[in-house]
């Protein structure tokens, strides 16, 4: 079974209006941190985001905030004003605790684009 | 700023082959990662390494190596290429085993294997 789902392949935003691209995970330990990665054309994956399973407050980071319930294990990027320059894959990681040595495990991927 | 480079940014082997890709970085992080990234199927880890001269498996380790012998580089090692393994292949590395640091990538390496 996969531990991070994304079931979104592909998103359409207009520019400047939100879009939340959705994460879903599955794990049994306690402790885990979420990140979310942006890869442009250009190839390189830039972190955007991380929100630990023990912050009670959802992460934000200029436009991008993680909507995380925690209860339905989901970890939705929301970006708001959408910009030309955020069309690219968005990919979402999950690291385990003791039970998973640390090493995330990336969902397959988002693609978005943005529309003028 | 941490900075990662990949020895190229594309490259073109034939079947058979033994093909070496070099990944170094700069901020003495103690983790290092090789990542192969495929459509639809999005990154899935080779190997990896705590430190020098450590290395354990990913998910997909068959038909690879690696090594590690400094700090700042992994090299990841397809000792006969095959066309199967033509794919985008990442390096990244991170601070620190045991703490939610997030992972610092190269640009990537698009090998094709003919």
């Known amino acids: 079974a996969q531990k991070i789902t994304q079931t979104q392949p592909g998103m359409f935003v207009q520019e400047k209006e939100a879009v939340t691209l959705d994460c879903t995970y599955d794990t049994s330990d306690p402790s885990y941190g979420l990140f979310w990665y942006k890869q442009p054309s250009s190839g390189e994956m830039i972190f955007l985001i991380y929100q630990g399973s023990y912050d009670q407050q959802n992460a934000t980071e200029g436009r991008y905030s993680l909507n995380f319930q925690k209860a339905r294990k989901s970890a939705n990027l929301v970006i708001s004003a959408s910009q030309l320059g955020d069309s690219a894959m968005y990919f979402c990681a999950m690291r385990e605790g003791q039970g998973g040595s640390y090493i995330p495990t990336f969902g397959r991927g988002t693609s978005l684009i943005v529309h003028p | 700023d941490v900075k990662v480079t990949q020895s190229s940014r594309y490259l073109v082997k034939r079947t058979g082959e033994k093909v070496f890709l070099e990944c170094v970085q700069d901020m003495d992080h103690e983790n290092m990662f090789w990542y192969r990234q495929d459509p639809g199927l999005g990154l899935r880890l080779i190997y990896f390494?705590?430190?020098?001269?450590?290395?354990e498996k990913g998910d997909i380790p068959e038909g690879y190596s690696v090594s590690r012998e400094k700090k700042e580089r992994f090299s990841l090692i397809l000792e006969s290429a095959s066309t199967n393994q033509t794919s985008m292949y990442l390096c990244?590395?991170?601070?620190?085993?045991?703490?939610?640091?997030?992972?610092?990538f190269g640009p990537g390496t698009r090998l094709t294997v003919t």
């Open positions: 990244a590395s991170s601070p620190y085993r045991g703490g939610d640091y997030e992972q610092y």
């Open positions: 390494s705590y430190d020098v001269k450590m290395k």
